[in-house]
């Protein structure tokens, strides 16, 4: 129950092209979603996250969309570029703040 | 603003032996988390450190041990070494009462 469910492992996007990354959960405790990205050898940066009283938030080219009757919720990559290949996590956590992530997905933008 | 400082990058260490990890947390945080990240998987939550106390623990065994110091900065102890440590361990920092944690480097741990 305390997993976060990630697909797809692997992604292959035109430069353009928008990516589309998508993660379920069970535990109904979870009231935060934050997305990283990584980088090879560098740590997680946050890059955006919802909670779920709202069904869609938008910080540039990302968009979250928050399903909660599904329990379930994607990053939107608009306008994909090749700097943003990168590894990108989907976490959630409940009050207390400990991160669940999920397993990654390997996004590569070709030019 | 100086982001999340974590040293050493690097440690390679023999399998029994004992090593300590140390960050820095982001100014103005309070709260430091720790996460292991094997190769090709994410990160897993090992312990959070609060007011000097930790606060929550992940499913690690007790040869993995922490400490808070009154600067906020911490330490991750991980005695008995096995080669199944073998990973990247990650510190993010957060203010308490905020929900948003931030990374740093994070230091790759290498057991022979």
């Known amino acids: 129950q305390q997993q976060v469910k990630q697909s797809p492992q692997s992604l292959i996007v035109q430069k353009g092209g928008i990516s589309i990354i998508n993660c379920a959960y069970e535990n109904t405790a979870f009231d935060y979603f934050p997305w990283y990205q990584q980088f090879p050898g560098k740590g997680p940066a946050l890059l955006i996250a919802i909670r779920p009283d709202v069904s869609e938030k938008k910080e540039g080219r990302f968009t979250i969309s928050f399903n909660k009757s599904a329990k379930q919720f994607s990053l939107h990559i608009m306008d994909s570029q090749p700097g943003d290949s990168a590894t990108y996590f989907c976490?959630?956590?409940?009050?207390?703040?400990?991160?669940?992530f999920g397993q990654g997905t390997e996004l590569s933008v070709k030019p | 603003d100086a982001g999340v400082t974590q040293s050493p990058t690097h440690l390679i260490k023999t399998r029994g032996q004992q090593v300590t990890l140390r960050c820095s947390p982001k100014?103005?945080?309070?709260?430091v988390s720790w996460y292991q990240q094997a190769l090709g998987q994410g990160p897993q939550f090992i312990f959070q450190y609060y007011e000097e106390e930790e606060r929550q623990r992940g499913n690690f065994p007790d040869r993995f041990s922490g400490h808070q110091f009154p600067n906020y900065s911490s330490e991750l102890n991980v005695n008995a070494l096995l080669l199944g440590d073998s990973a990247l361990y990650l510190c993010?920092?957060?203010?308490?009462?905020?929900?948003?944690?931030?990374f740093g480097p994070g230091t790759r741990l290498t057991v022979t």
């Open positions: 993010a920092s957060s203010l308490v009462g905020e929900r948003e944690q931030y």
């Open positions: 976490a959630a956590s409940s009050q207390g703040g400990k991160l669940i």
């Open positions: 100014s103005g945080h309070d709260t």
